[in-house]
């Protein structure tokens, strides 16, 4: 069964710190995705990608398709940026539905 | 800029009745996807849909539910019979392309009584 799993759980940083978020997953995806959930509930999608490295803003995003590893990286955190980061997997030949993790809890304290 | 728009935002229902969730999708998208969300527990797929046809649909997605694309632009969800189970929010999502960026719409919070 394809699954993804997310390291951590649970984090608390202070404003400015670096922060990594983890994503591990089965073989054969044809996408990576990283999203934000809002405490509302909204989800906003971050980046897509199936290789390498995306940068928007203070977000990076790297994968490593041999090791079956993707990072979600905040530079100089805020407390705007506290929220649940979800990543998601796409298997491919599945018409595009996402196998998602169960989520990352950041809480960015002044 | 386009976004995808759900309703209603909160519905609440009583046991064995229909609900139907609506989406309108960013217009030029092809793909579009329902997601449930249970409270404390992660996303799940529920269905795709491209080309006015199901692509794809997950072992959740039983007989008691049914999507449609009545006209160009709204894509819904019904629910024929509510369990309690089924409270849960509800993700429209839609797509330019296959493994493309899909953008959410707000979620509809469903609570079954």
């Known amino acids: 069964k394809n699954e993804v799993e997310q390291s951590p759980q649970n984090l608390t940083a202070q404003e400015g710190e670096f922060i990594t978020i983890n994503c591990s997953y089965s073989?054969?995806?044809?996408?990576l995705h990283w999203l934000q959930q809002h405490p509302g509930g909204g989800i906003v999608s971050l980046f897509m990608?199936?290789?390498g490295k995306k940068k928007h803003g203070r977000l990076i995003a790297t994968i490593n398709i041999q090791e079956k590893h993707s990072s979600l990286h905040i530079t100089a955190s805020h407390p705007r940026d506290s929220a649940v980061y979800i990543c998601?997997?796409?298997?491919?030949?599945?018409?595009?539905?996402?196998?998602f993790g169960k989520g990352t809890k950041l809480s960015v304290k002044p | 800029e386009p976004e995808v728009t759900q309703t209603p935002s909160h519905q609440v229902t009583q046991m064995g009745q229909e609900v139907i969730l609506r989406c309108v999708p960013i217009?030029?998208?092809?793909?579009f996807y329902w997601y449930r969300q249970i409270l404390g527990q992660k996303v799940e797929f529920l269905v795709s849909?491209?080309?006015?046809?199901?692509?794809?649909k997950s072992e959740i997605f039983d007989d008691q539910f049914s999507v449609e694309r009545p006209d160009g632009s709204n894509f819904t969800l019904k629910i024929r019979s509510t369990k309690l189970e089924d409270s849960a929010m509800y993700f429209c999502?839609?797509?330019?392309?296959?493994?493309?960026?899909?953008?959410f719409g707000p979620g509809t919070r469903l609570l079954v009584l």
């Open positions: 999502a839609s797509s330019k392309g296959l493994v493309e960026t899909q953008y």
């Open positions: 073989v054969g995806i044809s996408a």
């Open positions: 990608l199936s290789s």
């Open positions: 998601a997997a796409d298997y491919g030949g599945s018409q595009g539905n996402l196998i």
């Open positions: 217009s030029n998208h092809l793909y």
């Open positions: 849909f491209y080309n006015n046809e199901i692509s794809e």
